[in-house]
């Protein structure tokens, strides 16, 4: 849970994981490249035009591109990001499912220097699971 709600993207790896222009004057970066392939491949552009057509703007999370677009992409900046996922993930906006056999002790843990306590209990109060055997 810590690299959800803590998240360390620091600027040089947002030029590196996000977007960045390299030596040769070409759009790069890991998100960028894998989005990139996205919008060029036919099953992509149709799934994505689907569900512009299928879905209202009261169902934008519906539309949305998770990994951005292209356009997007060259034009956010590490500030932005965080500030979003500053706005949205946290713990009183999150669910979460714990698949398999997990013993409570395990998922509820946290090594996080702040707010630990808080997350866990607040984790502990809305999820419940069934005890180890």
Same mark, same amino acid.
């Given at each position: 849970? +810590?690299?959800?709600?803590?998240?360390?993207? =620091? /600027?040089?790896?947002?030029? =590196? @994981? #996000?977007?960045? #222009? /390299?030596?040769?004057?070409? +759009?790069?970066?890991?998100?960028?490249?894998?989005? $990139?392939?996205?919008? &060029? @491949?036919?099953?992509?552009?149709?799934?994505?035009?689907?569900? $512009?057509?299928?879905?209202?703007? $009261?169902? %934008?999370?519906? %539309?949305? @591109?998770?990994?951005?677009?292209?356009?997007?992409?060259? +034009?956010?900046?590490? %500030?932005?990001?965080? +500030?979003?996922?500053?706005?949205?993930?946290?713990?009183?906006? #999150?669910?979460?499912?714990?698949?398999?056999? $997990?013993? %409570? *002790?395990?998922?509820?843990?946290?090594?996080?220097?702040?707010?630990?306590?808080?997350?866990?209990?607040?984790?502990?109060?809305?999820?419940?699971?069934? *005890?180890? &055997?």
């Amino acid at each position: 849970m +810590d690299h959800l709600l803590f998240p360390t993207l =620091t /600027d040089s790896a947002f030029v =590196t @994981e #996000i977007h960045h #222009i /390299d030596g040769e004057g070409v +759009d790069s970066g890991v998100v960028y490249c894998e989005m $990139q392939a996205r919008e &060029n @491949e036919m099953d992509d552009v149709l799934e994505y035009e689907r569900r $512009q057509m299928l879905f209202t703007d $009261q169902n %934008k999370s519906l %539309k949305s @591109e998770t990994g951005g677009r292209l356009r997007e992409l060259r +034009d956010i900046t590490n %500030k932005q990001i965080q +500030d979003y996922h500053k706005a949205y993930y946290a713990p009183n906006n #999150i669910c979460c499912i714990v698949c398999g056999m $997990q013993c %409570k *002790s395990i998922v509820y843990s946290s090594n996080c220097n702040t707010n630990s306590l808080s997350i866990t209990s607040y984790l502990t109060s809305r999820f419940v699971m069934h *005890s180890c &055997n």
